[in-house]
């Protein structure tokens, strides 16, 4: 199946958009459950060291503003692929 603008790009296959509204609710979803788990690790574990890898306080603010991030995208693509269906 070739495309009509230039014979030699075949067509780019498209996605169903069940699909992408799925992969934006989960985004969403796992950015919240990542914030919460930051506020837990920020209040409860604040001065403990995590796996090893750093304090509660740090791992805490970097659950929570990745987690917050990731909600935000999750909304953006929710609402880009609602309007594009």
């Known amino acids: 199946m070739k495309n ?14 069940l ?14 459950v990542g914030t919460f788990a930051g506020i837990v690790l ?3 574990f ?4 995590v796996f090893g890898i ?10 929570i503003c990745v987690g917050l991030i990731m909600t935000i995208l999750g909304v953006l ?4 692929f609602r309007n594009r269906s």
């Open 4 to 17: 009509k603008n230039n014979a030699d790009q075949p067509d780019v296959p498209k996605l169903p958009p």
């Open 19 to 32: 699909g992408l509204a799925m992969v934006a609710i989960l985004v969403y979803i796992v950015g919240g």
């Open 42 to 44: 920020w209040a409860f």
């Open 46 to 49: 604040r001065n403990d060291l």
């Open 54 to 63: 750093g304090t509660g306080e740090a791992l805490g603010y970097l659950g």
């Open 77 to 80: 693509l929710m609402r880009i």
